[in-house]
Structure formats: structure tokens, C-alpha cells
């Protein structure tokens, strides 16, 4: 594999795990923060313009993980994309706990 395809392991990761929140969020009709709402990120969006948010994470993500060419016998490829969605889950984690506090 080539070192630009480590990168794309890894924002495959990131870019999937952001698609979990806001869609999970959307479809059970609760709004969530998005970078479309005022102020992005911070205030709450319609669960409409989360699952639209979320298909486009998706549909990077999947681009991403097709552009990876990760494999199950490509160990390290496996780790930076565990990375990937670990890193932006802790992130989010810690971002939307705010969420709670509102």
C-alpha cells in the first residue's frame, strides 16, 4: 500500500464514525448539533439536516474505504482506520457532552 492510502484508512475511519451520532439521532426525530446549525456545531439542527448529514459522512466514508484498499491482512491498515474512528469518537464524545449541559 502507498502511504496516501493509510491516509484514506484512516478519515474512512473518522468520517464513518461521525455518520453514527447524527444519524442515530436524526431518525429517532431529536435534534443535534451539526455544522449547519447557529452556531455550527454548537446549536441544535433538525434531525432532517442530521440524516442528510450523516448519508453525506457516509458516502465519504465508504469512498474513502474503497480508495483504502484495506484488508483484513494489512494489520496496520486495520489499525490507523481503528484509529481514525477512535480519535473522532473520543472527540465527539467530549464535543457533544455540551449537548447534555444545554
Known amino acids: 500500500m502507498k502511504w496516501y492510502h493509510y491516509i484514506a484508512c484512516f478519515f474512512a475511519g473518522a468520517f464513518l464514525a461521525n455518520f453514527v451520532p447524527h444519524f ?3 431518525i429517532s426525530g431529536d435534534p443535534f448539533p451539526s ?16 440524516v442528510l448529514w450523516a448519508l453525506a459522512n457516509l458516502v465519504v466514508g465508504v469512498l474513502l474505504f474503497k480508495v483504502s484498499k ?13 484509529l481514525g474512528i477512535a480519535l473522532m469518537s473520543i472527540n465527539l464524545s467530549i464535543h457533544f457532552a ?3 449541559a444545554m
Open 24 to 26: 442515530t439521532n436524526g
Open 35 to 50: 455544522p449547519f446549525a447557529n452556531p455550527p456545531g454548537k446549536g441544535l439542527s433538525s434531525p432532517l439536516i442530521n
Open 70 to 82: 484495506l484488508s483484513w491482512s494489512n494489520k496496520l491498515a486495520l489499525l490507523i482506520f481503528f
Open 98 to 100: 455540551e449537548k447534555m
